[in-house]
């Protein structure tokens, strides 16, 4: 777990899905960019995070209910890099 804090305290920004290692990045200082899928990221609590793309995204469900392979999770990697380079020249 040290080694963990450790590492995330080095970083200058976290890209991950809703799990833990967010909370332990906002805990050492980190900022984080969330890939939110089905959960919104309000109730993320997330700092930064990729906008909604889906009429269905954020519907709380486990299993995609509207059957469309958890779109939701496909987000393109060229997008995440530009919000990730917008949010690092934003840091001083």
Not at 29 to 57: K, M, N, W, Y
Request: glycine share 4%; aromatic share 6%; charged share 15%.
């Amino acid at each position: 777990m040290l080694k963990t804090l450790e590492m995330l305290k080095a970083s200058h920004l976290l890209i991950t899905v809703a799990t833990s290692s967010q909370w332990l990045a906002k805990a050492v200082g980190t900022p984080s960019l969330i890939l939110p899928g089905s959960v919104p990221p309000v109730v993320l609590g997330a700092e930064f995070f990729v906008e909604r793309h889906l009429d269905c995204q954020f519907c709380l469900q486990i299993e995609c209910v509207a059957n469309k392979d958890y779109e939701c999770m496909k987000i393109p990697y060229p997008k995440i890099v530009q919000l990730a380079q917008e949010i690092l020249s934003d840091i001083p």
